[in-house]
């Protein structure tokens, strides 16, 4: 029976859309995040005579300011903080008050490259690829609109795409190495791609050489500053927004808006409207939520920290329907007609229950011998419901034990254990070495969690009410303890 459910494992999860859309997604530029107590300042002295900012910032507000985009009344600005830059309150704000407006023309998105020089070259590419390009482009130019924004921005984050190989050894045995490294091989293909087909032969558009570092470098300001699914925007960066930091603290992503407002002196324009999703005294922080749903290998990858909370923690569990299965035509069926195909990625989060699906599919992927008769035609309407439940204790008993086996497996992938990575967290580490020890911790914890929820469901398998338990019941046939009721069943049949 261990060949039916040969296709079952554990694996990594690379999307091929590469970019999040689970709401709006915030993109950060800020190391390890260290959750402080907020700023608070009894006076705050003008931007200019703030000695903690680099001139760049300086250089950036000014021309914020010459834009129209910030003035006396603004009532943020951006200052050192522990995460590095942000901006901070300048006076007391409300929740939900506006604290910053940046209008539609400085926005960098695919509406901004279709304006510009490469716009035609680009109408053909993936919307990340072609802002990608302009970015670059964009960044060497010394007339570009955006020039004094490119001065703020980092070279690199503390996203895993910029480690070192020593550095991303500490991520032996971790999901986040596997995607971390599959990412690195898209990216670079899409670059060689690219240099053959548009960046070499436009040499007269791209006049400075273009590197594979320039490349990963305007990919990492995308994953990890787009705001994406605004009104008719998949993907825009904003200048200035970007420079506000993610919390914890925050639980709710609703705070950012496309409205239509003045935009100058005699001008008008869509605008992207930001709001505090927290109460605020003059000095503290601003902060928002860059995503409720991701992971802490997510927010690893695209923002460069993770949380301490270990709800963030999770574990992709990776099924298949293999093609060599006997039953493999009645199984994709079946699993396409409820919304699933012939692979399937769960998302386990430590204390969490186990997302919806994720036992039925278990079954109908072990499903066979005695219990086959389930994949008949005639059962195609009902089955899904049937797989809910137990179908029988060979099919229950097959996924324990192939799920506790996988869970073994990967936790021996591992070089620490967490008592050893519990140990290192308590010693001062640098900021990579932080995340690693966190996201290999916590998919151990997920993975013993996973582990100690099909084990409990070995010991109740006896107690477990099966299909033709369940289906003699709806007939009459068998009581409440699972006796069979005597007579002359021919009658029934």
């Known amino acids: 029976m261990a060949t039916i459910f040969s296709a079952c494992s554990l694996s990594n999860f690379l999307s091929p859309t590469i970019f999040h859309n689970k709401g709006l997604s915030f993109i950060a ?62 006076k007391d704000i409300s929740r939900n008050e506006v604290v910053l407006q940046v209008p539609k023309r400085l926005w960098i998105n695919p509406d901004a490259v279709a304006a510009s020089d490469i716009g035609s070259l680009c109408s053909g590419l993936k919307p990340w690829l072609s802002v990608a390009l302009f970015l670059i482009r964009e960044r060497s130019r010394d007339d570009s609109v955006w020039k004094h924004y490119f001065g703020v921005l980092p070279q690199e984050t503390d996203s895993t795409i910029y480690w070192s190989e020593e550095e991303l050894l500490e991520l ?33 558009l791209f006049p400075n050489p273009i590197s594979l570092d320039d490349f990963f470098w305007a990919f990492g300001i995308l994953r990890s500053r787009a705001f994406s699914r605004l009104r008719n925007e ?18 709710t992503e609703d705070h950012a808006y496309e409205v239509k407002g003045a935009a100058g002196l005699f ?79 769960f998302d386990i989060f430590f204390n969490r229950p186990l997302p919806p699906g994720l036992l039925t599919y278990l079954r109908l992927v072990a499903l066979g011998g005695t219990d086959a008769f389930l994949l008949e035609s005639l059962f195609r309407n009902s089955i899904w419901g049937h797989l809910e439940l137990p179908v029988s204790r060979g099919n229950e008993e097959l996924i324990c034990r192939v799920v506790r086996e996988a869970c073994k497996s990967a936790l021996a992938g591992y070089h ?76 029934f049949f």
């Open 172 to 204: 032996q045995g971790t999901q986040l190495l596997n995607t971390t490294l599959s990412v690195k091989e898209y990216v670079h293909n899409e670059f060689l791609k690219l240099e053959k087909e548009i960046i070499l032969p436009n040499n007269n």
């Open 234 to 251: 998949n993907l825009v960066i904003i200048p200035l927004a970007d420079l506000i930091n993610h919390s914890a603290r925050v639980t």
């Open 29 to 90: 530029k800020v190391p390890l995040l260290h959750l402080k107590k907020p700023l608070h300042a009894k006076s705050l002295t003008s931007l200019e005579t703030n000695i903690s900012l680099s001139p760049a910032v300086q250089t950036f507000w000014k021309w914020l300011q010459k834009e129209g985009v910030v003035s006396n009344k603004t009532p943020v600005k951006p200052s050192v903080v522990p995460e590095g830059l942000g901006l901070v309150a300048v």
């Open 267 to 345: 001008s008008w324009d869509y605008l992207f409207s930001l709001r505090s999703p927290l109460s605020l005294k003059a000095g503290d922080q601003v902060y928002i939520q860059y995503d409720l749903n991701k992971s802490n290998a997510e927010l690893a990858l695209d923002y460069g920290f993770i949380e301490p909370n270990a709800d963030r923690n999770a574990y992709t569990m990776t099924l298949q329907i293999s093609e060599s299965d006997s039953f493999f035509d009645d199984k994709i069926d079946i699993a396409e007609s409820n919304g699933f195909g012939k692979t399937v990625y």
């Open 416 to 491: 620490t254990t967490i008592e050893e990575d519990n140990k290192l967290k308590e010693t001062n580490i640098d900021s990579r070495l932080a995340i690693a020890v966190g996201v290999r911790e916590g998919e151990k914890k997920v993975l013993q969690q996973i582990d100690e929820i099909f084990k409990e469901k070995e010991l109740e398998l006896d107690q477990l009410s099966y299909y033709q338990e369940r289906r003699l019941k709806d007939l009459g046939l068998c009581g409440e303890a699972g006796e069979i009721i005597g007579g002359d069943l021919e009658k």
